[in-house]
Antibody
């Protein structure tokens, strides 16, 4: 069974960089898009960006200037770095797997809450 | 506001049928996926591509999609079905390729 587990600091100060890791176990990295999705308090889910197993990336236009997503295939880890965070970046961050653009996200992590506050 | 509109909440008694809608202009031309999320747990895919049930999902969960509305139907609702449910589509014309509904909280009375 594929499992995804997010980890990272629960509290980040404004203007600093938010860094998260997603560890994949029980399955292959190859052939999939590995995505970050977030949900701010009281709001809906928002796709953040993805890294394809080849290393290609695509980011939400609203975050593109501050975001880097990478994949370490040897460690089966996906990473997210979001720079210059504000309170608007406070959210539960999920990692999830998807095979193709029309496919569903078939496996998700439990999510990790990140709060941006001084 | 969200591209996909869901009712914030739906309440149903045990044993009854719950219907959760996901509305967008011409959503019937798209492939809709539905997820269930319980507190502190990873979201679980319950219906894919409008009507398909992933392995391990009870047949009580079904989906339909036509016109401007996609619907998740849960028959013979159980207490364990209480969760948030959200829909998702691929938006080919959007800067964000994957778009989600705002989510619906299903309460089992």
């Amino acid at each position: 069974q594929v499992q995804l587990q997010e980890s990272g600091p629960g509290l980040v100060k404004p203007s600093e960089t938010l860094s998260l890791t997603c560890v994949v176990s029980g399955g292959s990295i190859s052939g999939y898009y590995w995505s970050w999705i977030r949900q701010p308090p009281g709001k809906g889910l928002e796709w953040v960006g993805y890294v394809y197993y080849t290393g290609a990336t695509n980011y939400s236009p609203s975050l593109k200037s501050r975001l880097t997503i990478s994949l370490d295939t040897s460690k089966k880890e996906m990473s997210l770095r979001l720079r210059s965070v504000t309170a608007a970046d406070t959210a539960v961050y999920y990692c999830a797997r998807i095979r193709g653009v029309l496919d569903p996200f078939d496996f998700w992590g439990q999510g990790t809450l990140v709060t941006v506050s001084s | 506001s969200y591209a996909l509109t869901q009712p914030p909440s739906v309440s149903v008694a045990p044993g009854q049928t719950a219907k959760i809608t996901c509305v967008e202009n011409n959503i019937g031309s798209k492939s809709v996926h539905w997820y269930q999320r319980k507190p502190g747990q990873a979201p679980v895919l319950v219906v894919s591509e409008d009507t398909d049930q992933p392995s391990g999902i009870p047949e009580r969960f079904s989906g339909s999609n036509s016109g401007n509305t996609a619907t998740l139907t849960i028959r013979r609702v159980e207490a364990g079905d209480e969760a948030d449910y959200f829909c998702q589509v691929w938006e080919s014309s959007s800067g964000n390729p994957w778009v989600f509904g705002g989510g619906t909280k299903l309460t089992v009375l």
